[in-house]
C-alpha cells in the first residue's frame, strides 16, 4: 500500500540525478518534474541561483522533505 502523503510516480533517485545535473549546467530540470514550472525557468535563468539554490535543493532531496507542486513528499 501507498502512504497517503507519497507520490508513487515521482522517485527520489531520479530527483537526486536531476538536481546533480544541474551542477553541470542544465539547473532546474528537477524543479520542472516536480511541477514547480515557475522555479524551474528561474534555476535555468539564473543557473540554480549560482548554484545556491540547487546545493539546498540537494540538501532537501537527500533529507527527504523535498515535495512535488502538490505538496506530497518525494519517495
Do not use: E, W
Given at each position: 500500500?501507498?502512504?497517503?502523503?507519497?507520490?508513487?510516480?515521482?522517485?527520489?533517485?531520479?530527483?537526486?540525478?536531476l538536481?546533480?545535473?544541474?551542477?553541470?549546467?542544465?539547473?532546474?530540470?528537477?524543479?520542472?518534474?516536480?511541477?514547480?514550472?515557475?522555479?524551474?525557468?528561474?534555476?535555468?535563468?539564473?543557473?540554480?541561483?549560482?548554484?545556491?539554490?540547487?546545493?539546498?535543493?540537494?540538501?532537501i532531496?537527500?533529507?527527504?522533505?523535498?515535495?512535488?507542486?502538490?505538496?506530497?513528499?518525494?519517495?
Amino acid at each position: 500500500m501507498n502512504q497517503p502523503n507519497t507520490v508513487t510516480y515521482n522517485k527520489k533517485d531520479i530527483v537526486l540525478v536531476l538536481c546533480l545535473i544541474g551542477f553541470v549546467g542544465l539547473a532546474g530540470l528537477h524543479r520542472f518534474y516536480t511541477g514547480h514550472i515557475f522555479l524551474g525557468i528561474l534555476y535555468l535563468i539564473t543557473g540554480g541561483f549560482f548554484g545556491i539554490g540547487t546545493l539546498i535543493d540537494l540538501i532537501i532531496i537527500i533529507s527527504g522533505d523535498y515535495s512535488d507542486v502538490n505538496g506530497k513528499k518525494i519517495s
